[in-house]
């Protein structure tokens, strides 16, 4: 699958929230196989070239490399470690540095390809506006598309599913003096200061907790969150409402 969307709307966080509870269910099945890497988790870095996806697999799955290591056998190496260790899923981020109108996107798409093939896993793929971006597009575009389905993403609009999304951030703090329920009550809040981006929403929220304890206080409350700064884009939308 792709996870495509704006900026801040959460792709990375739920593809690895997904990959997480991946990683525990297999633990969970195969306890006793300690060595096992379920979960393969890289970053496409800018220009990236096809030998430079597969170095990112190997240095992910702690292979040792040598300089003189030529991409075939980079390649050979990552693909049995990874059915060796019985990987299943294979995450992507970042998908949006890849342009299949470049000679080295061309090499990227036909890296993950030939580990698609090699590898019996799932691959997931994240980036910004991955459809604009030109990976869906030509020959090797129409094999992705034939071979993804697509998962948007976006803001969340005001609603249960936003309030539950606060109050599942505000059972994972540990303040001492925090008080359940707090945040949940501030969801029409939280989403004006954020415009119902989970991204911003997340720093927000970590930021304010990170807060709390540097003062003591160890809570989040309005007034602690009116003091905290999100980013740019979030302040810039919340004084243009004001």
């Known amino acids: 699958m792709i996870v495509s969307g704006p900026a801040r709307t959460g792709k990375t966080t739920a593809i690895i929230q997904m990959a997480k509870t991946l990683e525990v269910i297999h633990r969970q099945r195969h306890p006793h196989n300690g060595a096992d890497i379920p979960v393969v988790y890289i970053t496409a870095p800018p220009a990236a070239t096809g030998r430079m996806i597969a170095v990112e697999f190997a240095r992910f799955l702690g292979i040792p490399l040598l300089r003189r290591s030529n991409i075939t056998e980079v390649m050979e190496a990552v693909c049995g470690v990874c059915i060796d260790a019985r990987t299943s899923l294979i995450v992507v981020d970042e998908i949006h540095n890849i342009s299949l109108t470049t000679r080295n996107g061309a090499e990227v ?72 329920g707090t945040l949940a009550e501030l969801d029409r809040y939280l989403h004006q200061r954020t415009a119902g981006m989970i991204g911003s ?42």
């Open 109 to 180: 798409s036909d890296t993950l390809k030939y580990f698609a093939e090699r590898i019996p896993a799932t691959f997931a793929y994240a980036g910004i506006n991955v459809e604009r971006n030109g990976l869906l597009t030509g020959t090797r575009g129409e094999q992705i598309a034939g071979r993804f389905g697509m998962v948007p993403t976006g803001p969340f609009p005001l609603g249960p599913d936003w309030t539950a999304l606060v109050g599942a951030l505000e059972t994972s703090l540990r303040l001492h003096q925090h008080t359940p």
């Open 201 to 242: 929403l997340l720093r927000l929220i970590r930021s304010a907790a990170v807060q709390a304890v540097i003062d003591t206080t160890e809570a989040i409350t309005r007034a602690s969150l009116d003091a905290i700064e999100v980013d740019i884009a979030a302040e810039t939308n919340r004084r243009k409402k004001r």
